[in-house]
């Protein structure tokens, strides 16, 4: 088992690698983030609606 004060030490060693995004290239992946996330939600209101639409057409053809 691995000494509590030696875990820590590498755990801080380990943090000191990490290299984070610069605050211009967190707002590039957010506002592409956003963007997907409103074509995706577009996209399925569409085909949702297509749907809705042809499954309407079936029931009525089918009386």
Same mark, same amino acid.
């Given at each position: 088992? =691995?000494? $509590?004060?030696?875990? !820590?030490?590498?755990? @801080?060693?380990?943090?000191?690698? =990490?290299?984070? $995004?610069? @605050? @211009? ?6 506002? +592409?983030? /956003?963007?997907?996330? +409103? &074509?995706?939600? !577009?996209? &399925? /209101? !569409? /085909?949702?609606?297509? !749907? @809705? &639409? +042809?499954?309407?057409?079936? +029931?009525?053809?089918?009386?």
């Amino acid at each position: 088992m =691995v000494n $509590p004060f030696t875990f !820590l030490q590498e755990v @801080r060693a380990e943090a000191k690698k =990490v290299t984070w $995004p610069s @605050r @211009r290239e967190t707002m590039i992946t957010t506002g +592409l983030v /956003v963007v997907m996330v +409103l &074509f995706a939600s !577009l996209f &399925f /209101v !569409l /085909v949702d609606s297509a !749907l @809705r &639409f +042809l499954v309407g057409l079936m +029931l009525r053809a089918g009386q």
